[in-house]
């Protein structure tokens, strides 16, 4: 099974709220990836997983929070929404560190931030 | 940090002919080059990919061509067919780090 699963496809937020994605990926991948996407945009990184390791944007650093508590899970954490942060946010897994390898992605799951 | 652009948002073809994707990178420690397309409604997924010990690859109908002096690397797909309509997106990576992605290309195919 070469999927990543992302739930919920869609997420209504209030400004100010606090926003939990979720991604999980069963081919037992070493590294998890969160971007967002915006319209006519490319996918922004906003934070990758290698094994435990967290590595993060330095423009996105205090705007986003993730955890990897096995293998398999990834969260990506919003603190406090705001309307910029109304995008797609898709995760995507490697076999190994992305820098060489094939990502697979998620379907996305679609923030909308009111 | 590395940036990718691409530089057709928006690409029409007539079935058969050829399309050409043309994206440059900045960071010359980039050493991975891979593409995605991503069909309406589906997610993004792997097409083709170069690294930067070649400077050509081909899969079938997809040809990549790789210009590290120019920075620069472009998907070819040849004989055009309907479901090669898309939006295929390039990106750019070194060894370590996660890749950066162009804005992506819609691709039409009209018959």
């Known amino acids: 099974d070469t999927t990543v699963k992302q739930n919920p496809r869609y997420k209504l937020a209030r400004v100010g709220k606090p926003v939990n994605l979720i991604c999980s990926q069963t081919?037992?991948?070493?590294?998890m990836y969160w971007y967002q996407k915006k319209p006519n945009q490319a996918p922004k990184l906003l934070l990758f997983y290698y094994d435990k390791i967290l590595n993060r944007e330095a423009d996105t650093f205090e705007k986003f929070q993730s955890s990897r508590p096995n293998n398999s899970f990834c969260s990506l954490y919003i603190g406090s929404a705001g309307l910029e942060y109304s995008a797609m946010y898709l995760c995507a897994s490697s076999r190994e560190q992305g820098g060489n390898e094939r990502l697979f992605f998620g379907h996305g799951t679609k923030l909308s931030v009111l | 940090g590395e940036k990718v652009e691409q530089h057709e948002s928006t690409l029409s073809v007539r079935e058969g002919d050829s399309a050409v994707i043309n994206c440059t990178y900045t960071d010359t420690a980039s050493s991975y080059f891979p593409w995605y397309k991503q069909e309406a409604g589906k997610s993004l997924h792997f097409v083709i990919d170069?690294?930067?010990?070649?400077d050509r690859k081909q899969s079938q109908r997809l040809i990549v061509l790789l210009d590290k002096k120019a920075k620069r690397f472009s998907l070819h797909i040849t004989a055009t067919q309907p479901e090669d309509s898309a939006i295929y997106f390039c990106?750019?990576?070194?060894?370590?780090?996660?890749?950066?992605f162009g804005a992506g290309t819609k691709l039409s195919v009209k018959p």
């Open positions: 170069i690294r930067s010990n070649v």
């Open positions: 081919m037992n991948h070493d590294t």
């Open positions: 990106a750019a990576s070194w060894s370590n780090n996660a890749p950066r």
